[in-house]
């Protein structure tokens, strides 16, 4: 898991927590528009002899339920979209771009660098590297502090960064025993070895390996952990419900006051002009409680309505250091600060990250979380984030596993994940970390907030 520490530009930052596994970076503010709006003092946390590396803007490709209108796409169509929406809204030169970075989990193996694949065709020149990364939930964060290493490192200026998840369109692979007799097929050179080859096969050979949101270490779907989890920490399916509802509510509230400003049109060939995220549907309690355990069955908390979707999205933002933005003329929105990634057990403390991510970005940062203005954390399900509250709100817990003398605390519930969240805007998981840190800077500039957090859990028990 990793944090993330953002810093508004008129002083203000904030900080980014990505439990499951994911870093924790800070963003702030730069001193122009420090001056131009007036909060409450804190220190900058800029640190002398360092450069400042800013959040000039964010973007994303509305996120939708996977098999919708996305689906007859391919992955790189919907990174190349958000790389030209960022492009469109900045109007940076295409060739003035140092590098790109894409984040992604599931890989499309006909374009395994999507990053590179995507920035061809949104007109980026031949001669700008780029990479794909790949870290489960925290991909896209990944790609982020790999943009801040090599501006802090002095190798660029100017980097682009990103995630895409396409989950309409997933590999599905031959069994292992097919594939070996496919291979061999290529190889035989008689007609007798191809004709034995082809005797040979069986009808359990041709059973398909479908993929799963599961840990290779564990076997366990994610699901199925957050479900124990939930029960550890005894979160009730009555409490995971309303937190659902509540990011829902968040969310549609948001999108009909237009503060999802981050979300671009996208014209999907042969469809229609998409302009809006389509998982966000509140519904109420009633309903809620009449749907089934999804994963430990009969008795498990976790459903369908209080669990993240499967979701196609893309995103993408523009990180500059301070010096090269303002010479452009750009206004940044954010410092970026710090970041940090821990890991934990990935049975037992699957999707615990924030909880040990928090406490390790505040103390580089010396803030605590009275400081922090904005909290923006993944919900990957609801369990999972009252889990995390209740951990963080426990010395026991904190002296137990943590080493600690006492517990971090738990985000003010008015500071929260404000404009919905992961369980209603969707879950692109490669592109994810990106909307989390545009919309600390957003909601910082618009709350007038100084620091943000970021925090996010991902397979493996890792966060940023």
Known sequence: MASMLLNSMRSCSVSHSWGMCFGARSLSMTAPLQAQVQTKSKKTLARPGLKNIVLVEGVRTPFLLSGTTYADLMPHDLARAALQGLLNRTGVPKDAVDYIIYGTVIQEVKTSNVAREAALGAGFSDKTPAHTVTMACISSNQAMT?????????????????????????????????????????????????????????MAHL????????????????????????????????????????????AKKAQENGLLEDVISFKVPGRDIVSKDNGIRPSSMEQMAKLKPAF???????????????????????????????????????????FVYVSQDPKDQLLLGPTYSTPKVLERAGLSMSDIDVFEFHEAFAGQIMANLKAMDSDWFAQTYMGRKSKVGTPSMDKFNLWGGSLSLGHPFGATGCRLVTTVAHRLKKEGGQYGLVAACAAGGQVT
């Not at 076997?219 to 952990?225: D, Q």
């Open 207 to 250: 059973s398909p390996e479908l993929p799963a949101v599961a840990e290779f270490s564990t076997a366990e779907t994610m699901g199925h952990s957050a479900d124990r989890l939930a029960a550890a920490f005894g979160v009730s399916r009555v409490e995971q419900d309303e937190f659902a509802l509540r990011s829902h509510s968040l």
């Open 296 to 338: 430990i069955k009969p008795h498990g908390t976790v459903t369908a309505a209080n669990s993240s979707f499967l979701t196609d999205g893309a995103s993408a933002v523009l990180i500059m250091s301070e010096e090269k933005a303002l010479a452009m003329g750009y206004k940044p929105k954010a410092y970026l600060r710090d």
């Open 146 to 202: 790999s943009a801040v290493g090599l501006i802090a490192a002095g190798q660029c200026d100017i980097v682009v960064a990103g995630g895409v998840e396409f989950m309409s369109d997933v590999p599905i692979r031959h069994s292992r025993k097919m594939r070996k007799t496919m291979l061999s097929l290529n190889k035989a050179k008689t007609l007798g070895q191809r004709l034995s080859l082809i005797g040979s096969i069986r």
